[in-house]
């Protein structure tokens, strides 16, 4: 898959909000689930939030009521807006689109660098990772 490619990240004080922006211009018809991650220094990757083509979207519990997911179907852009940023939010983020499976974009796996939309009966690998955007967060 050709890799995504995000943009917007920054440096903000504590409390400021940013918007990230994926554009997938080659987007494979059955990538139905697309999501955002991030990594922080010294840490895995984690799932922060995913939104399957039908519009139902899961929020990981350490973003959700700050971060929201949306997306622009003529632009082919993924958009990713953060409020009340937190200094435990500076990572680098990247968006990448799965298989989804009955429908569902499950839950976030992530082992390393590797990241998978899971369900009890399924596991779909999440790709087209790019550079990813550098968000720090400092006072």
């Known amino acids: 898959q050709e890799p995504l490619v995000e943009s917007g990240g920054d440096s903000v004080q504590p409390g400021g909000s940013l918007r990230l922006s994926c554009v997938a211009a080659?987007?494979?018809?059955?990538?139905?689930?697309m999501a955002w991650f991030r990594q922080a220094p010294g840490k895995g990757r984690e799932g922060l939030v995913s939104?399957?083509?039908?519009?139902?979207?899961t929020y990981a519990e350490s973003v959700k009521g700050r971060f929201t997911i949306s997306h622009d179907n003529t632009k082919n852009t993924l958009y990713l807006q953060m409020n009340n940023l937190k200094e435990d939010d500076t990572a680098i983020y990247y968006c990448?689109?799965?298989?989804?499976?009955?429908?569902?974009?499950?839950?976030?796996?992530?082992?390393?660098?590797?990241?998978?939309?899971?369900?009890?009966?399924?596991?779909?690998?999440?790709?087209?990772w790019g550079q990813g955007t550098q968000v720090t967060v400092s006072s």
């Open positions: 990448a689109a799965a298989r989804a499976s009955r429908n569902t974009c499950g839950r976030f796996y992530c082992s390393g660098t590797w990241c998978y939309a899971q369900t009890d009966w399924s596991r779909m690998e999440y790709a087209g």
């Open positions: 939104l399957h083509r039908s519009g139902t979207t």
């Open positions: 080659r987007l494979p018809y059955n990538r139905e689930c």
